[in-house]
Nanobody
């Protein structure tokens, strides 16, 4: 059974930092891209960042570029999302997801519809 488990969410003041973790099991970790998505109440789930395992290519949405950094520790089957300079508009449930890494575009890997497996999510709340 494929499982993706997120951790590291919490409450932080604006300008602060959090690091999210996504640990995968039940799949060949190196054969999947891992993406981070978020969903706020009343809004659609949106792509935040993604990392490809084959070449280490990373993708970011314009709203987080320069503030968030995605990294992978392949030996631990874990992907991290370091979030700095957090804003209240970053408040959402954050999900990690896995997709086959057949393509190379940000449009593809930030699209939630191409991902096969999802974690349960972790809440991030940024206060002002």
């Amino acid at each position: 059974e494929v499982q993706l488990v997120e951790s590291g969410g919490g409450l932080v003041q604006a300008g602060g930092s959090l690091r999210l973790s996504c640990t995968a099991s039940g799949l060949s970790f190196d054969n999947y891209a891992i993406g981070w998505f978020r969903q706020a109440p009343g809004k659609e789930r949106e792509g935040v960042s993604c990392i490809k395992k084959t070449d280490g290519t990373t993708y970011y949405s314009d709203s987080v570029k320069g503030r968030f950094t995605i990294t992978s520790d392949n030996a631990k089957n874990t992907v991290y999302l370091q979030m700095n300079s957090l804003k209240p508009e970053d408040t959402a449930v954050y999900y990690c997801a896995a997709a086959p890494q057949y393509y190379s575009s940000s449009w593809y890997f930030l699209n939630k519809d191409v991902y096969d497996y999802w974690g349960q999510g972790t809440q991030v709340t940024v206060s002002s």
